[in-house]
């Protein structure tokens, strides 16, 4: 089973700030990662598929780049909504998820 | 709009089974891959597997494979996942999740809309 590990578990900003989530793969997944967020009470929401291709609704402050087996998700400038917790997810090899970021105030 | 709308929630003692439903809605029901993603308190989300309603061909997490079985239901756009000898640890929130696919045959992996999740308690 790939595992995915994600940097840092936790993470305070504030709006405005840029945020970078790291993703770490056991073993290459090539391009293929998904990032998701999550807010309380609800379910996940897709953001980037293929590792940089912005799913179609997402604000354009959300990028993702990388390959292989180190990914990251950068947020340009926090908004108030933003505030959740981020997922990454492998679909190299059946689908794994990272234990997610949670980012807070 | 696409709605993917879940069963509601379940309380089951040790050693049962549950089956969940989830209600495809707002789309070409054998276009997209249906999976199931359950996510257990304090853990991470986990893939338990998934059904192609075109061709009803499943695939299933080895952590599950010899507990849980994905069936569709293509005259009412359902799927179901069953699963049993139900212990504490499957006490989780469970998500139906729809994935793309090429031509309807190619899974792409990623989820790009969620059902709202079903509650599963499982206590004596």
């Known amino acids: 089973d790939i595992q995915m590990t994600q940097s840092p578990s936790n993470l305070s900003a504030s709006v405005g700030d840029r945020v970078t989530i790291t993703c770490r793969a056991s073993e290459s997944v090539g391009k293929w990662l998904a990032w998701y967020q999550q807010k309380p009470g609800q379910a996940p929401n897709l953001l980037i598929y293929?590792?940089?291709y912005l799913q179609s609704g997402v604000p354009s402050r959300f990028s993702g780049s990388g390959s292989g087996t180190e990914f990251t998700l950068t947020i340009t400038s926090l908004q108030p909504d933003d505030f959740a917790t981020y997922y990454c997810q492998q679909y190299e090899s059946f689908r794994s998820f990272g234990q997610g970021t949670k980012v807070e105030i | 709009q696409v709605q993917l709308v879940q069963s509601g929630a379940e309380l089951k003692k040790p050693g049962a089974s549950v089956r969940l439903s989830c209600e495809a809605s707002?789309?070409?029901?054998?276009?997209?891959?249906l999976h199931w993603v359950r996510q257990a308190p304090g853990q991470r989300l986990e893939c338990m597997g998934w059904?192609?309603?075109?061709?009803?061909?499943?695939r299933y997490s080895e952590k599950f494979q010899a507990r849980v079985t994905i069936t569709r239901d293509t005259s009412a756009n359902l799927v179901y996942m069953e699963l049993s000898s139900l212990t504490s640890e499957d006490t989780a929130l469970y998500y139906c999740?729809?994935?793309?696919?090429?031509?309807?045959?190619?899974?792409?992996?990623?989820?790009?809309?969620w059902g709202q999740g079903t509650l599963v308690a499982v206590s004596s």
């Open positions: 059904i192609n309603p075109a061709s009803g061909k499943t």
């Open positions: 707002g789309y070409t029901f054998n276009a997209y891959v």
């Open positions: 293929k590792a940089s």
């Open positions: 999740a729809r994935a793309p696919t090429i031509s309807g045959v190619v899974n792409l992996g990623y989820f790009d809309n």
